[in-house]
């Protein structure tokens, strides 16, 4: 089975904290960390990832963001996908996007990226994937 996990962020210094975080999942057999810096690179990637199983977390509040609508029209060819928002802004701001799209948690920033590994983590297990 392969998983891939995606964030999507415009600030580089989260990505870089992300790839330092997620670098012995990256390692596990199966799971793939992507890392996109916009939405245009993610809506490339999302149209052609052969993966059974896909988590995107992303920053909603960046330049042309199209990831939400771009992951709805692709969503059928996955076993499932589980997304995530995050935002500098309160959760408050996003109830309709959230409830829109099936968002599965928002993180606040600051980001604990440990938090957010353990979440995803959990996620998948308790829909029977083990990593």
Same mark, same amino acid.
């Given at each position: !089975?392969?998983?891939?996990?995606?964030?999507?962020?415009? +600030?580089?210094?989260?990505?870089?904290?992300?790839?330092?975080?997620?670098?012995?999942?990256?390692?596990?057999?199966?799971?793939?960390?992507?890392?996109?810096?916009?939405?245009?690179? &993610? +809506?490339? %990637?999302?149209? $052609? $990832? =052969?993966?059974?199983?896909?988590?995107?977390?992303?920053?909603?509040? !960046?330049? =042309? =963001?199209?990831?939400?609508?771009t992951l709805e029209g692709e969503?059928?060819? &996955?076993?499932?996908?589980? $997304? %995530?928002?995050?935002?500098? %802004?309160?959760?408050?701001? %996003?109830? +309709? !996007?959230?409830?829109?799209?099936?968002?599965?948690? &928002?993180?606040?920033?600051?980001? =604990?990226?440990?938090?957010?590994?353990?979440?995803?983590?959990?996620?998948?297990? +308790?829909?029977?994937?083990?990593?």
């Amino acid at each position: !089975m392969s998983v891939d996990i995606v964030f999507i962020d415009d +600030e580089e210094d989260i990505l870089n904290l992300v790839r330092l975080r997620f670098r012995k999942l990256s390692k596990v057999e199966g799971v793939n960390i992507h890392l996109f810096s916009n939405s245009p690179d &993610f +809506e490339d %990637y999302i149209k $052609t $990832t =052969n993966a059974e199983i896909v988590s995107v977390i992303t920053d909603i509040n !960046m330049p =042309n =963001n199209k990831v939400l609508k771009t992951l709805e029209g692709e969503r059928s060819r &996955f076993r499932f996908s589980l $997304t %995530y928002l995050c935002s500098a %802004y309160d959760q408050s701001d %996003y109830q +309709e !996007m959230i409830s829109a799209h099936s968002i599965i948690h &928002f993180f606040k920033k600051p980001l =604990n990226i440990e938090s957010i590994r353990d979440k995803i983590l959990g996620d998948l297990a +308790e829909r029977g994937v083990k990593i």
